[in-house]
């Protein structure tokens, strides 16, 4: 399926459930409460849902084609950061043997992207943080024509990182002096906080919560205080629930 035709079919298979959620609810829960549900309920419920599949729908398409996944995310995964393409660095290496002071000897590498991953200029082996003659304790990077910038892998305790358990936890390289880093996982992407990133994922999730405010109050004609309630039940089981389902029906493969 197209992703047009994807964002289409969420659209309408979102707006027929909350339109249903919406009269269903207002049916029961006036009913009981106010004596009598809402006069044109039948509209009100779809204007309420159309309103909500609008904003979980366009949320969701917008984080799935943002530059990373989650940079506008839900609260409690988001990633609001820059990304940077990196396709060559240095690597500063610790070796296993020491020199005549008695310290550990250190090297350079050079590396280059090939294809997905690095590969050494000269000898065209593949980037390892670690070997048992290595550690990599920085990485040398320069784009735009700017001197090179070193990240900084984390302290070491003899020939291993200090606090990495196991061989497969990512390894975090930090700018010295600055806020953007870079994992191992994926040395093709510096990540740098963006602070019009997090505010537009903040804008975001906060729209979520005010839209299903709109829906409930003026639109379903709630009661303040159930408008409120109502609004944080079923925004946090949106947030926690139905959006992660939608950025991962949208994600780009």
Known sequence: MSPGMLVAAAFVGCAV???????????????????QPADKLALRALVAGLLLSLVVVGWGYVNSRASH????????EFNPTAVRDINA????????????????????????????SFVEKETQRPFARSSSGYVTTA???????????????????GMRYVGL?????????????????????????????????????????????????????????????HALLLTILFGG?????????LFNLFQVK
């Open 17 to 35: 459930g909350f339109t249903a959620l919406s009269f269903g609810l207002a049916a029961a829960v006036q009913g009981w409460l106010y004596g």
């Open 69 to 76: 996944k989650d940079k506008y995310g839900t609260f409690f």
């Open 165 to 225: 358990t196991n061989a497969s936890d990512a390894l975090t390289f930090t700018e010295e002096g600055g806020p953007s880093f870079l994992t191992d996982q994926d040395l093709r992407k510096l990540e740098t906080p963006s602070k019009g990133a997090y505010l537009t994922a903040l804008l975001l999730n906060a729209g979520l919560f005010l839209a299903f405010f709109a829906a409930f109050w003026p639109v379903l004609q709630y009661r303040l205080g």
């Open 139 to 157: 990485l040398l990077i320069a784009w735009d024509g700017n001197p090179p910038r070193k990240f900084l892998a984390p302290p070491l305790e």
């Open 237 to 245: 089981v949106t947030l926690f629930i139905l959006m992660p389902l």
């Open 89 to 116: 660095f240095e690597a500063v290496r610790q070796l296993a043997v020491k020199g005549a002071d008695g310290q550990p000897r250190e090297e350079t590498v050079a590396y280059v992207l090939q294809g997905k």
